[in-house]
């Protein structure tokens, strides 16, 4: 593994110029993940629709692909990128992986090739979970990941299969008698694991070393899929304040809602900053407060300014802590399969 | 080394940026190295159509990756290049069975991406194209005309289901961008696959071909077949297929499948729809090199047959498919039984429309009878492409429209009897009414 300096040192492929909201934690990814892949192999991205990909790969706007200001000298700087229809990238990923493998044994390739597959939730869970599974299923060689922010956040904040019980999206909006989404998430880390991938993550970069140790033990494996989950908290879909990104994501993770996780096959797993146990963890509200999605849940006393349950939300309270903690407790069961 | 040949110069400019390529990073020769020729000689051999197109890709050394997804009628085809596979070992060449129609669409766009300069071809039917249709629509605008995707036309419905051939699939998908060709016979069938990749890699087109037959009619039944010897074909592709000009991406430095905004969207639409008229202009250069190079004929706007050159027909004919051998068949007899001049255009070249080519072989006929085999809103899709190609005629044949042949059903002797009399009566009769429906020779 690279020293975490050294990596922070790379040529990033995710470049200035993307139109993402200021503090969008999947630009932090796309740049965290850019700089682990200046590895003297040539990078190659698929991304379906999403706001990730609207808003850093358009035309005659800026493209905020690409290392340097131009094209490099070296092939094995170089970058390329696709995008197609939103449950496309994993495909895509596994049809690039498999020319290059074509190519590479018939010695007709003259560089290493790595591919990166970045889907949204939306994208991999909802319209595209079929492709991810079964790509994950024929165990193509590459890396996929899922930028997670628990909403379709590219056409107006839409409920996705990820999104954590009881937040307000546009279509579980709050009501006098709803409180908001009444669906738990899709257990998509547990899909991943059965579908036969050989490395399953949920980190993001909020854990910055676990989050690159991870990219590189992906892009390293041998054979096999590698899915990574990346907890995407969203400034404009969750509604929180400026600059509160990676320690919302911090948050989210210790508090149990999406505990860091990483996992390989045969080598079992670990469930990282997030106690099994409820009262060792910080509670759930904190992590609520913050964001306007759950007003209808917690509220901040206007005396001590610590968060407090809105009146006659108790219940509804208390069952998010219920899922929460079968949340952890499920990560923690995963951890222990081979 | 890939020989020079007499394939034309590209004449259009890529207008936007694509990126750097870089030379040397793959090595087609090796690829074409590792190609295992399937035949040597040319051998005549009796085949059916999904046979016939399987072994037209099967000896290309571009094509050697083949994504899939069984759909009756053309399964056989991705059968048949798995068992070659299995046979031939070892090989460089793949199958790739994925989870649905649409993954393999968005898998032929990520693979002919990543290399510009291989060939990637599938085959479907029905309602697998359908289910494509989000990708070919992507594909159709891409610039990816190493792209080959084989339609074994059958009945685009569910409702109710019927697996035999009808060209309803692929008329439906008239606008996804794809040079669209329709085969009959399987000789056409396995001649056509051969020039196809050639017309959508010429650097001026880059536009993704779909290649299609009739389902059950001419993908099941068997007929002598002559193929070519694998070295033959490479060497009449080679004169066509050079290097693309644009970076792929693993040769590349580059984006694909960009963003833009409606300012700029139109200007693809037009250079797409520029790379797509210029396959008017190459189509016949290739299939007049084809028929030097094997004594067949090659890709032609239509098969025409009757019109000679002192005097336009009566009564002309214009359909698709195998139907059309049947009208060959009878059209002596109707010209004896009536005295009337018969002819007949049996289209190949279905998207672009050669509309100006269809109007100089139709102007001076008196009726033109259209045949439709597949269902349409109106008055048939073939129907309107002919008055679009003769409404500038002073002087316009009155047009009658038929359906006949829907969901594969077979266009019989007595169907085109009744056509043809239909035809003759709106010689000097009143005006036909839209259209008519036929079969075995009764009006519906």
Redesign the interface.
């Known amino acids: 593994m690279s020293g975490y300096k050294e990596i922070a040192t790379r040529d990033s492929c995710f470049r200035p110029g993307s139109t993402l909201c200021p503090g969008c934690m999947e630009a932090t990814a796309f740049q965290n993940v850019g700089r682990a892949t200046d590895n003297g192999v040539?990078t190659?991205f698929?991304i379906g629709t999403s706001c990730a990909?609207?808003s850093t790969?358009?035309?005659?706007?800026v493209?905020a692909?690409?290392r340097g200001d131009a094209?490099?000298d070296d092939?094995t700087k170089?970058?390329?990128?696709?995008?197609?229809?939103f449950?496309?990238a994993p495909?895509?990923?596994?049809?690039?992986r498999?020319?290059?493998d074509?190519?590479e044994?018939?010695?007709?390739?003259?560089?290493r090739?790595q591919v990166v597959s970045a889907s949204g939730d939306g994208g991999a869970l909802a319209i595209g979970l079929?492709?991810l599974l079964?790509t994950v299923h024929r165990r193509a060689r590459i890396t996929v990941m899922v930028l997670v922010n628990e909403i379709f956040a590219n056409t107006g904040f839409q409920y996705s299969p990820a999104t954590t019980p009881f937040a307000e999206t546009s279509t579980t909006p709050v009501g006098p008698d709803v409180p908001g989404n009444l669906r738990a998430p899709l257990d998509y880390v547990h899909l991943a694991i059965a579908a036969g991938a050989e490395l399953v993550a949920q980190v993001s970069p909020a854990h910055g070393k676990l989050f690159l140790k991870t990219v590189e033990r992906a892009l390293a494996l041998p054979s096999g899929t590698a899915v990574i989950f990346v907890p995407a908290p969203c400034i404009s879909g969750w509604k929180f304040d400026d600059g509160e990104t990676v320690e919302l994501a911090l948050l989210g993770a210790q508090s149990g809602v999406f505990p860091a996780f990483v996992w390989e096959r045969g080598k079992g797993g670990k469930v990282t900053d997030c106690a099994k146990e409820a009262a060792e963890r910080p509670a759930i509200e904190t992590f609520l407060v913050r964001q306007r999605r759950f007003h209808h849940l917690v509220r901040r006393d206007r005396e001590t300014g610590q968060p407090v349950p809105v009146p006659g939300r108790e219940a509804d309270l208390a069952r998010l802590r219920e899922w929460t903690q079968r949340n952890v407790e499920r990560l923690y069961a995963l951890a222990e399969l081979k | 080394m890939i020989p020079e040949g007499t394939a034309p110069l590209p004449l259009l400019r890529v207008s936007t940026p694509s990126g750097e390529r870089y030379d040397g990073v793959v090595d087609l020769e090796k690829v074409r190295a590792a190609h295992h020729a399937l035949h040597t000689q040319r051998e005549s051999l009796i085949a059916d159509g999904n046979y016939a197109a399987a072994l037209a890709t099967l000896q290309m050394w571009r094509c050697v990756l083949y994504p899939g997804f069984p759909i009756t009628p053309s399964t056989k085809w991705i059968e048949t290049v798995a068992a070659k596979i299995a046979e031939h070992q070892p090989n460089i060449k793949r199958v790739k069975l994925l989870e649905a129609e649409h993954a393999v669409a968005d898998y032929l766009a990520g693979a002919a991406a990543a290399c510009r300069d291989l060939v990637f071809a599938t085959a479907t039917s029905s309602v697998g194209l359908d289910h494509m249709t989000e990708t070919t629509r992507s594909l159709g605008a891409s610039g990816l005309g190493n792209v080959l995707l084989i339609d074994v036309y059958r009945a685009t419905a569910n409702y109710p289901l019927c697996i035999e051939g009808d060209p309803s699939d692929t008329l439906a998908h008239r606008d996804d961008g794809f040079i669209q060709i329709a085969c009959r016979g399987k000789q056409q069938i396995y001649d056509t696959l051969l020039q196809a990749p050639c017309l959508g890699m010429h650097p001026d087109i880059l536009t993704p071909v779909m290649p299609g037959y009739y389902g059950i009619k001419d993908s099941h039944r068997n007929a002598r077949l002559t193929v070519e010897p694998d070295h033959e074909i490479h060497a009449f592709q080679d004169r066509w297929i050079r290097p693309c000009p644009l970076p792929g991406l693993i040769n590349g430095d580059t984006a694909f499948g960009n963003c833009t905004t409606s300012r700029w969207f139109q200007g693809f639409k037009i250079g797409q729809k520029k790379r797509m008229e210029r396959a008017l202009e190459v189509l016949p250069q290739i299939g007049a090199d084809f028929e030097r190079t094997f004594g067949r004929p090659g890709l032609a706007y239509f098969d025409a047959v009757g019109f000679g050159d002192d005097a336009p027909p009566d009564v002309a004919v214009v359909t698709m498919g195998p139907d059309f051998g049947t009208f060959e068949a009878l059209r002596p007899a109707f010209e004896a039984r009536t005295g009337l001049r018969a002819a007949g255009l049996a289209l190949r070249l279905l998207s672009p429309f050669p509309r100006e080519a269809v109007r100089r072989k139709l102007a001076g006929a008196r009726v033109v009878l259209v045949l439709n085999q597949a269902h349409h809103q109106g008055r048939g899709h073939l129907t309107l492409d002919v008055a679009d190609a003769l409404f500038p005629l002073d002087q316009r044949p009155r047009l009658l429209s038929a359906f006949a042949g829907l969901g594969g059903a077979d266009v019989s002797e007595a169907t085109w009897e009744a056509m043809l009399d239909d035809a003759r009566a709106a010689l000097d009769g009143p005006p036909p009414p839209a259209y008519r429906f036929y079969h075995e020779g009764r009006r519906l």
């Not at chain 1, 790969?57 to 706007?61: I, K, M, R």
């Not at chain 1, 170089?78 to 229809?85: E, G």
């Open positions: 040539k190659i698929t990909e609207v790969l358009a035309f005659p706007n493209v692909w690409g094209p490099p092939v170089s970058f390329s990128i696709i995008h197609n229809v449950e496309s495909t895509l990923a596994e049809s690039v498999d020319v290059a074509i190519l044994g018939a010695g007709a390739l003259r560089t090739v079929r492709s079964h």
